[in-house]
């Protein structure tokens, strides 16, 4: 998988959220969906051993039939704190070790807040949610 965006994920609090603040201007909230949408992809996080270890998997799943084609799981030291609004530096380099497995190449990916997700949901009513 190659990323849009590298960046260091070894940063102090201070130098997360001044990264996040630079970010916020490149986050993209239009549609952008390609035509035809082949497969879907959830990713999930939590973490083990007290905190010390952060797990991420991937579920890659055929659309619209939702079969499941691939799955990951990977384990990394916690190396950032828990700081509410930085939890992306908390989470995403287990996610990120995670979609490096897949053979798949991915060609998007969504990060929805709650409030986001729920907005969505409420524009989209046909669509059928999972889960």
């Given at each position: 998988m190659r990323l849009a965006l590298e960046h260091p994920w070894h940063l102090?609090?201070?130098?997360a959220a001044a990264l996040q603040r630079e970010l916020a201007g490149r986050v993209e909230t239009g549609d952008r969906l390609p035509g035809t949408i082949h497969s879907v992809a959830g990713v999930d996080v939590g973490f083990e051993q007290d905190g010390r270890i952060t797990r991420a998997a991937v579920a890659v799943l055929g659309f619209p039939g939702l079969e499941p084609r691939q799955s990951a799981i990977a384990r990394l030291p916690t190396e950032f704190p828990y700081v509410p609004g930085l939890l992306s530096f908390r989470e995403l380099p287990a996610v990120l070790a995670a979609l490096r497995q897949?053979?798949?190449?991915?060609?998007?990916?969504?990060?929805?807040r709650r409030a986001a997700a729920a907005k969505w949901r409420k524009e989209n009513p046909g669509m059928q949610r999972l889960g």
């Open positions: 102090s609090p201070r130098d897949s053979a798949r190449e991915c060609e998007r990916f969504y990060r929805a």
